[in-house]
C-alpha cells in the first residue's frame, strides 16, 4: 500500500434543518435492478417523510413502494426483490429531506475508534480450555481537531430550548475524507457527545468535537457509487 499524505483528507458535517426536496429525485440502478443510489443527493433524514415510487418506464405509471430498505447517509436504496425492466425498474424518490454537506472550518486532524463488543460464553468442558466468545454489536466513536471556534456543533447539540436547529433526532450526517480527491471516506450518521475548547496565551485557539456513530457505517472508495465502492462495515 501507498503511503497518503494526510494532508489529503478532509471532514464534512451536515448542517439543519434537512431540505424538503422540491420535486422527484431519480436513482441510479447499479445494473443488478436491486440496489439504487440517489442521483443529485446523497444523505437522506430518516425522521421526515420518504416516498419512493417504481414506473415501468420512467415518466408514466408511478406507484408508491415499500419493499426496501433505505441506507439513509448513503442514499442507498435495496430492494427485497430485483425490478422487473418494462415493468417497475424505473425509481425515484417522490419525497424526501436531504442534508447539505460542507467543510468543517479549521479541521486539521481526525481519528476514529472501531470496536466489537464481545461477551465471553466459554461452557465448562470447552474444546482445549479455550475461551469462547460471541458478538454482540459494533460501534464507531471519533474525534475531530480544529484550528477555530464556532458554534455549528454546539447549535446541533440543541434539541430542547435554544434554537432547536436540529430536528432529526440529534443526528449529523459525518463523512471522514482520507482521500478526499478520490472519493475515498467514511460515512455515517453521528451523535455528538463532548465538545472541548482550549484557548491558551502561547497557542492557537483549538477545538475538539467527539461523537459516536449510530446505525450502519460505510466505507466509500469513490465518488462513483455502485455496490462495489459503497461497502457497509
Known amino acids: 500500500m501507498t503511503a497518503l499524505s494526510g494532508i489529503s483528507g478532509d471532514v464534512w458535517f451536515s448542517t439543519s434543518p434537512p431540505t424538503a426536496l422540491g420535486s422527484p429525485e431519480s436513482c441510479t440502478d447499479t445494473g443488478n435492478h436491486i440496489n439504487y443510489f440517489t442521483a443529485t443527493h446523497q444523505a437522506w433524514d430518516q425522521t421526515q417523510t420518504f416516498t419512493v415510487q417504481c414506473s415501468p418506464n420512467g415518466s408514466t405509471g408511478w406507484a408508491t413502494v415499500t419493499d426496501y430498505t433505505m441506507y439513509w447517509p448513503a442514499g442507498e436504496i435495496v430492494f427485497n426483490s430485483a425490478r422487473v425492466p418494462g415493468t ?9 429531506s436531504y442534508f447539505t454537506l460542507t467543510a468543517l472550518s479549521g479541521a486539521h486532524a481526525w481519528k476514529n475508534h472501531v470496536k466489537v463488543m464481545t461477551k465471553d460464553v466459554t461452557p465448562f468442558q470447552a474444546s482445549g480450555k479455550w475461551q469462547q466468545n460471541l458478538t454482540i454489536s459494533k460501534s464507531l ?3 475531530v481537531d480544529m ?12 434539541k430542547s430550548g435554544g434554537s432547536k436547529i436540529n430536528i432529526s433526532g440529534g443526528v449529523i450526517v459525518v463523512q471522514l475524507w482520507w482521500d ?7 460515512c455515517f450518521y453521528g ?3 463532548q465538545e472541548d475548547t482550549t484557548v491558551a496565551s502561547n497557542d492557537v485557539d483549538k477545538q475538539t468535537v467527539t461523537m459516536t456513530a449510530t446505525g450502519p457505517v460505510y466505507i466509500i472508495t469513490s465518488n462513483t457509487f455502485s455496490t462495489t465502492t459503497v461497502i457497509q462495515g
Open 180 to 186: 478526499e480527491a478520490n472519493g475515498k471516506r467514511w
Open 88 to 96: 417497475n425498474a424505473a425509481v425515484r424518490i417522490s419525497a424526501g
Open 141 to 143: 466513536t471519533f474525534s
Open 191 to 193: 451523535l455528538p457527545q
Open 147 to 158: 484550528f477555530s471556534q464556532d458554534s455549528r456543533i454546539l447549535n446541533e447539540m440543541i
